[in-house]
């Protein structure tokens, strides 16, 4: 049903703009008698005249049911409609994703952003920066792999840290289990995808020359490609980076992960492999900053 209609009923009603036409724009009347009476030669029993207020009836139930469906969609499925969230949390300031006026680094070490300001903001920024540069696909790749370290971690830390991620990044078992060469590449057909995909960050604590910074992100990762063992599938998780001001610009000392918060999926269906290896190689990644 259209409530666009000028008329009312839509344009299939049999109305027209003529105030005076009655059925079909004939202009012919019919006398209806009682029900049962004979009168024209219809001997269909009269129906009541619809009025406005069935119009509106219907209405309502229809605005009521999508207000329904909009509500559960965004979430509101807790048995006591409170969304299963519980009422511990605030709301985000408006603030937290607001424009702060200061522009995004221009510097670059390697292919990573670099050159953050010395405040909370730059602190954010790194930390999503990091997280994006830690999560991609060349940390498979031994040479970019220790750049991407080198660039991101304290220099004091960075040796420790090369040798651990060396271990676990060239372990055959690990390659394995993920459908990789044991060179860290894609098997022949294959496109690996690693992405991480930030949604938010939040200062856990800031003292001027150290900061904590939570990064909330999705993660992307699996092979495309006909036949893949290992399709594409998301992931939701927490990195907490520990980060210290260091020659002019933000370093990682250390980091901790969890899982979560992690969204309810939505219905929709999975893209054919061929569209996801595209896609990856269509859409580039971002560079973090506000």
Sequence with gaps: MSLGDENGYGSGSGRTDDGYSTI????????RLPDGEDGDGYTTPR?????????????GVVVLLIAAIAFANMGGGGPDGSGGSGNGGSKPDSSSTAATGTKPVTGKNGSIPSGFAHDEQGAQSAATNYSVALGSADMFDKSSRRAIVTAVYAPAVAAARQGDLDKVYSGQDFLTSIGLNADGT???????ISRSNPAGTKIVKFNGDTASVAVWYSALFGLAGEGSKNPVSESWFTNTFDLAWIDGDWKI??????????P????QAASPAEEMANAVEEFGGFTYAR
């Excluded at 079909?24 to 006398?31: E, N």
């Excluded at 009541?48 to 207020?53: F, G, N, Q, V």
Aim: proline fraction near 7%.
């Design 24 to 31: 079909g724009g004939t202009r012919q009347t019919r006398t």
């Design 47 to 59: 129906r009541p005249a619809r009025s406005s207020r069935s119009l509106v009836t219907v209405v």
């Design 186 to 192: 894609a098997p022949s057909g294959l496109t690996f």
């Design 253 to 262: 000392t250390d980091f901790t992960q969890k899982d979560g918060p992690t």
């Design 264 to 267: 309810v999926g939505r219905d």
